[in-house]
Each structure stands twice: as C-alpha cells, then as structure tokens.
C-alpha cells in the first residue's frame, strides 16, 4: 500500500480530530459519518498483509457486540417486556388513556434517535477495520499523525486559555477551559490519554528497532518530553475526568516499556486499578473541587455564579450523582425491591 492510497486512513484521521469535534449534528459530521462507508468497506475487501492477533479479534468482538447492543434496542417486544423498563409507565398510560391496546414497542423510547446515534460509530468503526488491514508500518504512520494533532491542540488550547473565546471553533462549547479542536474539555482530555499509550509504543518499537546509540538518546529524549508535554496539557485542561484517570494511563504507558526487558506478572492490573481509584478519589476531593472550576462567559453565567456563589466541581458532580440515584431508586424495579426490603 503506497501512494495516494497509503494516505487515504491518516488523511481521514486527521480529518475526525480536526472537523468531528462536536456532537452537534453538522455538515462536517455527515460528510465524516459518509466517508465512512466505503472506507468501511474498502478495509473489508482488501487483503490483509497478514493473520489477525489476538488483540485484534478482541477488538472485532467488541465493535460486533456494540453494534448487537445498538440492534438489541430496536428490536420489537411484547407488552409484558417493555413494560417493565423504566420510564415506560407514562407511555402505557398514554395508550390507555387513547383507548388502544398496548402494542409491541423496543426499549428504545425514540428508535429514530437510537438509529441516528449508531450512525456515530461509523467513522470509528471504519478506522479501527481498516487499522486491523494495513501493515505495521502504515499504523506507525497513524500513531504519530495522532501524536502530531494532539500537540497542535495543545497549542490551540493554550491560545483558548490565555487569548479567549476568539480561538474556539464552536460556539457552544467549555468557555475558559482547553477544548482544543473539541467543544467540549472531556474530550480534549480523552485525546491527551489516548495518546499517551502511543508515545510509549512508539518508544518500544523504535528502540527495538535502533541500533544506533545516538539515536537511541534522541529517542529517549522524545519520550521523556512527549510524556510531560501530555501531563501539562491534562493539567491546563483541567478536566476532573482526565486528571482522574491520568495516574492509572501513565502507569499502563509504563508498564509497556517496563515489559520490553523485563517479565510482568499476572496480577498487573491491579496496582493499576488501585491507583485509579486512589487518583479518582483524590481529584474529587477537596481543594480540588474548588481549583477546578470552569470559567463561564457573563452572558451564559447564573444568578448564583454572578453573586459569587457558583458550585464547584465536586458539588457539581455530587448533586448529579444524587439526582441519578434518586431517579434509579424509583424508576428501576429492582431498585425499588432492594429499597423498599430495607
């Protein structure tokens, strides 16, 4: 695979960083979800340079039992089943109240919409076949074309930070916060962890593949500086999300090199799992609730935020946290059992 068709994927990927940024349903969205299809089915036809690991048909049975979960919603069930669900009892008292039988419905309360939003998984599932297609090569090609937009939106996000609102390329979006080529901060947060992983393969794979000692401190040079780079990002962007999950992500990017010359035992992930839970724990406690409040414009604000009395982060998340568990509580039939048992 060379020439125009060697760039035909990394060309698409820079393509979704850049214009599928947003969840607003826009030309630039269509046009990626469009390309999808034949770069789809492009990747399906061509022949694979060679046999599928084990890592990539894990990776085929999960994108089938996504898309077996997005069918499972629009499939029609009897009255005796969606009833059951939460949410159902205004849509069958609405059909009592017309004087119609209860007819066959999905779990999907809007199919249309639960359609619509299978339509997302497009451009990733278009990647992620065409990445299981191509050589080893063309996937070093990817992962750096990766790195590469996460450092210009990283620089981006510096301007939106220091410049102002002028910089941000939506109009609804996380005013005051790094957002990057996306309207929202968890997003550029998610692009900054992602591509963490990638820096410390492309370290692996390069030192495996250098035999020459000035190279190999040049290398050792980019993966001291890509990894700080990444952090100060996370940290500018100051998404709860991001610095909860950076602790357990940079442990993950590590461990990668660490295996390289040494045996990993079994039980690795759970000092990873612990320290995601301790650093989750940590960044929504306090004073990290009150640190990481977002600056909001004054057209948008409240009247609370404009008396000086706008709620942290922390009392953010902890009010939503109790409405989901209020609503579950009443909502769910098991809920409702174990609630009412006690």
Known sequence: MTGLRGAILPFYLVLCLLLGGSSVSNWANLVLQLVAIPLGLWALATKAP?????????????????????????????????????????????????GQALP???????PDQTLGSAMWLLPPSAILLAILRVGADRRTVLSWVLIGVTVAAILLGTLQVISGSRWYPYEVTNYGAM???????????TLLLASTPFVAALYVRARRQSSSAQKAS???????????????????????????????VAGASLLMIWRRKRRVSHWWWLPLALTGAASTGFVFSAPWGTISRKRV??????RDTMRGREPSRLQSTSRLWVRDWERSRTSIPVMKTLCSSK
């Open 50 to 98: 060679a046999e599928l690991t084990s890592s990539g048909r894990a990776l085929l049975v999960l994108l089938c039992l996504l898309l077996l979960l997005v069918g499972l919603q629009l499939v029609p069930l009897p009255p005796d089943l969606w009833t059951l669900f939460p949410g159902r009892t205004d849509v069958a008292a609405a059909y009592e109240l017309m």
């Open 297 to 302: 414009p004054r057209r948008t604000r409240s």
């Open 179 to 189: 957002t990057g080529f996306f309207a929202n901060a968890n997003h550029m947060a």
């Open 218 to 248: 040049a290398l050792m040079m980019i993966s001291a500086i890509a990894p700080v780079f990444l952090a100060i990002g996370l940290v500018i962007n100051n998404s709860l999300a991001g610095l909860g999950l950076m602790a357990p």
């Open 104 to 110: 066959w419905l999905p779990m999907s309360l809007a």
